[in-house]
């Protein structure tokens, strides 16, 4: 977890301190404000490094730079270009029958936070206030019907979605699409706003890489 409040330069400093850290692969992932009633409190100079450290990662793809000394955070930046990449590249003249947003876990399956009350939640980002983030409890167990709520969220705003142009690149989760009070169809469009932005941007990126003749980038899983 990456807090912005700090120096970006200081994770570069941590990786490269040692071998092993900055050889690891990683999934790198800011600290999420949103559950706080907070915006996220990103500091501009921050922004600036971390900006000016994705543009060398753009340039390594051409070879113009070397990618072990870009900032590590960034690098993870890599997996989700590519991913974009490839669903950019998939042929789709029509969508399925049956789609989704595709960002959200089966809750409870890939991992487990469990509070100290024992309440079990689907992550340790997700909202801890909210009474749809409660996916059972050490006591009882799962709930089911909590579970598949999370999961198909977008049956909520299924409307918005079948109109949406970023249907196809969609990865909102329940971490960001609860305001902390509840899933509601307000608290999961104004992320969708956001949403759109971070995809209008990954999708210049994809651009911009075709443009150079990049067509695939290779991901560490
Ligand atoms: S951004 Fe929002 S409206 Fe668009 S597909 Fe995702 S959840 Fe649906």
């Known amino acids: ?63 113009r730079y070397n ?21 950019a590249n998939m042929p789709a003249n029509k969508l399925p029958k049956a789609f989704a947003p595709t960002g959200q876990c089966v809750a409870g399956s890939m991992k487990l936070f469990v509070d100290v009350d024992g309440w079990f939640y689907a992550c340790e980002r997700i909202s801890e206030t909210s009474p749809d983030s409660r996916i059972g409890h050490i006591d009882s167990g799962f709930d089911i019907k909590q579970v598949q709520k999370i999961l198909n969220f977008g049956s909520l705003i299924n409307e918005k979605c079948k109109v ?19 899933l509601t169809e307000e608290s999961i469009l104004q992320i969708c706003k956001m949403f759109r932005q971070d995809t209008h941007y990954y999708l210049c990126v994809i651009l911009l890489l075709k443009y150079l003749g990049i067509d695939s980038i290779e991901v560490e899983e």
Not at 67 to 87: D, E, H, N, W
């Open 164 to 182: 949406c142009w970023a249907l196809q690149f969609c990865s909102l989760c329940v971490d960001r699409c609860d305001s902390g009070h509840g």
């Open 67 to 87: 990618r072990s000394q870009v900032a590590k955070p960034v690098v993870s930046a890599v997996s989700t270009i590519g991913k974009f990449l490839r669903k």
């Open 1 to 63: 977890m990456v807090d912005p409040r700090n120096d970006f330069d200081l994770y570069s400093v941590l990786y490269n301190s040692d071998p092993k850290l900055r050889n690891i692969i990683t999934m790198v992932n800011t600290v999420s404000y949103i559950h706080q009633g907070e915006e996220p409190q990103f500091d501009n100079e921050f922004l600036c490094k971390q900006d000016y450290n994705l543009f060398l990662l753009l340039l390594s793809f051409v070879g």
